[in-house]
């Protein structure tokens, strides 16, 4: 299981650039990351090299924010493996939030992150059809 920062953020110009300033100046690596956006505000989901270094800096910084558990699903990069997780996924009656992709330092393979409500019984679920966690 891995870690994400989730920040509730102003929509307006300079906010994603301050936001990586700070992580920047916290000596924090963004490992992948997603933004979905309001009119007003949006919520920046992060996978960064330290979620707790990550947390108290853009506290400090003035932003709402919190880490949650997501699943890191690592894929080989060809064409379909997408497909299949999603299919193993609805196979097991398994509801998925959201998804974005970031990608393993290490292996340079894709590494799909999901967020569902029933982590711990999804992540025992994947590891049982064979997928590789992060």
């Known amino acids: 299981m891995l870690k994400q920062v989730a920040i509730f953020a102003e929509n307006k110009k300079g906010t994603f650039q301050d936001i990586t300033q700070i992580l920047q100046n916290a000596n924090i690596n963004i490992l992948g990351s997603v933004t979905n956006d309001g009119p007003e505000y949006g919520i920046m989901r992060l996978i960064v090299s330290d979620t707790e270094k990550a947390l108290a800096s853009l ?19 060809k064409v379909g493996n997408l497909n299949q997780l999603l299919l193993s996924l609805e196979a097991g009656n398994i509801n998925v939030d959201y998804i974005y992709l970031c990608f393993n330092r290490d292996t340079g393979k894709p590494v799909l992150i999901l967020h569902t409500n029933e982590i711990f019984e999804v992540e025992e679920y994947l590891k049982g059809k064979g ?3 992060a």
């Open 59 to 77: 506290k400090e910084g003035g932003y709402l924010c919190r880490s949650n558990d997501v699943i890191g699903v690592e894929l080989e990069d």
């Open 131 to 133: 997928f590789i966690l």
